[in-house]
């Protein structure tokens, strides 16, 4: 698998017809086909691929979804010596990538991540998959994308909601593997930073989640790190998702972070002043998610259901100090009740 890193969309054109073999089909949704494809593919008579879209959105990250995009698949009559590229944010990336390693038993495909949180994690690491009702990527695989093309171009367009639910994943990063990493990206605002400053961070973003991957791709141990926020994050998330007011999954796992901070206070021996640290750096830049006392159940009942944990313990990645990350640390409801109850009263 190779990635690859390049300033101009006209380049990444360019790196795709030289990549191209056989029939290409992209997968994208309704906005990447707006502000990323068209743009791209506006000289069909250079590259005409056939282009499934679906509806934008965590919402159609679902076994629907993935049926239609099979069903065109096959009317397209794609065979396995074509290829598929994945062209959007997580939601493509995660799907289409599951399409490609279920479609007549796996054919090759290309990531394009155009928001930032594809970027520096969904197309990296080999996970894909759908949602099964409110259990978040309950269906899905591993497999690995022959080409991954990072061009931070594509973030013009990107809301800034989405470059914020992104950058909580970066800022993961540093918590769990690099405290140096975590000071630059306190010190940087996302609001000003240059094409080049963008991609600087992006690559120590994959080069931090590539090698926690290589060392451990089947999640058996020190994968598990990047789970960080993630245990409170996803069940947020899930909780969320058919209210009145879903959150994005950066913001869910931000929300997570500062949880899963005050949990390792007492699991994992972070320091309270760590805690403050990563609780003010988050609050200033996502505030709070919508969350009251009376969806404490509701969100430890997602938590029991989480593929990580047992049936009768919590299992949660919990930083040490910042930069060093334990995972499968056991937590009880009781820690984690304080600990919904500290974010909420902040
Ligand atoms: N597989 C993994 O390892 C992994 C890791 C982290 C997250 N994820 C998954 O990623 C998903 C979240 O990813 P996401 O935040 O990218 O969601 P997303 O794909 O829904 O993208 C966010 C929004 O931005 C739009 N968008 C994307 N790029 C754009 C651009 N350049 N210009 C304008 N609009 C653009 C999308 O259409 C969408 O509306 C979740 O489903 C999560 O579970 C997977
Ligand atoms: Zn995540």
């Given at each position: 698998?190779?990635?690859?890193?390049?300033?101009?969309?006209?380049?990444?054109?360019?790196l795709?017809?030289?990549?191209?073999k056989?029939?290409?089909?992209?997968?994208?949704?309704?906005?990447?086909?707006?502000?990323?494809?068209?743009?791209?593919?506006d000289?069909?008579?250079?590259?005409d691929?056939?282009?499934?879209?679906?509806?934008?959105?965590?919402?159609?990250?679902?076994?629907?979804t993935?049926?239609?995009?099979?069903?065109?698949?096959?009317?397209?009559?794609?065979?396995?010596q074509?290829q598929?590229?994945n062209i959007?944010?997580?939601?493509?990336?995660?799907?289409?990538?599951?399409?490609?390693?279920?479609?007549?038993?796996?054919?090759?495909?290309?990531?394009?991540?155009?928001?930032?949180?594809?970027?520096?994690d969904?197309?990296?690491?080999?996970?894909?998959?759908?949602?099964?009702?409110?259990?978040?990527?309950?269906?899905?695989?591993?497999?690995?994308p022959?080409?991954?093309?990072?061009?931070?171009?594509?973030?013009?367009?990107?809301?800034?909601?989405?470059?914020?639910?992104?950058?909580?994943?970066?800022?993961?990063?540093?918590?769990?593997?690099?405290?140096?990493?975590?000071?630059?990206?306190?010190?940087?605002?996302?609001?000003?930073?240059?094409?080049?400053?963008?991609?600087?961070?992006?690559?120590?973003?994959?080069?931090?989640?590539?090698?926690?991957?290589?060392?451990?791709?089947?999640?058996k141990?020190?994968?598990?790190?990047?789970?960080?926020?993630?245990t409170?994050?996803?069940?947020?998330?899930?909780?969320?998702?058919?209210?009145?007011?879903?959150?994005?999954?950066?913001?869910?796992?931000?929300?997570?972070?500062?949880?899963?901070?005050?949990?390792?206070?007492?699991a994992?021996?972070?320091?309270?002043?760590?805690?403050?640290?990563?609780?003010n750096?988050?609050?200033?830049?996502?505030?709070k998610?919508?969350?009251?006392?009376?969806?404490?159940?509701?969100l430890?009942?997602?938590?029991?259901?989480?593929?990580?944990?047992?049936?009768?313990?919590?299992?949660?990645?919990?930083?040490?100090?910042?930069?060093?990350?334990?995972?499968?640390?056991?937590?009880?409801?009781?820690?984690?009740?304080?600990?919904?109850?500290?974010?909420?009263?902040?």
């Open positions: 698998m190779a990635v690859h890193y390049i300033t101009s969309t006209p380049q990444v054109l360019k795709l017809n030289s990549l191209k056989g029939q290409t089909c992209v997968i994208t949704d309704h906005h990447c086909l707006e502000h990323c494809v068209a743009a791209l593919f000289h069909p008579e250079r590259f691929p056939k282009i499934f879209t679906f509806p934008a959105g965590e919402i159609n990250k679902t076994l629907d993935f049926s239609e995009a099979i069903d065109f698949l096959a009317q397209n009559n794609l065979s396995r074509d598929i590229i959007g944010g997580g939601v493509t990336t995660d799907l289409g990538g599951f399409v490609a390693a279920c479609y007549k038993r796996s054919i090759p495909f290309i990531n394009v991540p155009t928001s930032l949180l594809a970027m520096v969904a197309a990296h690491g080999g996970k894909v998959g759908v949602n099964h009702g409110k259990l978040k990527n309950y269906i899905g695989s591993f497999t690995t022959s080409h991954t093309i990072i061009c931070p171009e594509f973030l013009n367009t990107l809301p800034k909601e989405h470059l914020l639910s992104g950058f909580a994943e970066m800022l993961k990063h540093g918590i769990i593997s690099s405290s140096r990493y975590w000071d630059t990206l306190k010190s940087s605002s996302i609001e000003n930073l240059s094409p080049s400053n963008w991609m600087n961070l992006i690559e120590e973003s994959i080069r931090i989640k590539t090698e926690i991957v290589q060392n451990d791709p089947l999640e141990g020190e994968r598990k790190k990047l789970n960080y926020g993630h409170v994050g996803h069940a947020i998330e899930s909780h969320l998702l058919h209210s009145a007011s879903p959150v994005h999954h950066g913001n869910a796992v931000a929300a997570g972070m500062i949880i899963e901070a005050h949990i390792a206070m007492s994992a021996g972070l320091n309270k002043q760590s805690v403050e640290d990563i609780t750096q988050i609050i200033d830049l996502y505030g998610v919508p969350l009251e006392h009376g969806d404490f159940g509701a430890i009942e997602l938590m029991q259901a989480d593929k990580k944990n047992h049936s009768d313990s919590f299992r949660m990645a919990l930083p040490k100090k910042i930069g060093v990350c334990d995972y499968d640390v056991p937590v009880n409801a009781e820690l984690i009740n304080r600990a919904l109850l500290y974010y909420i009263n902040l």
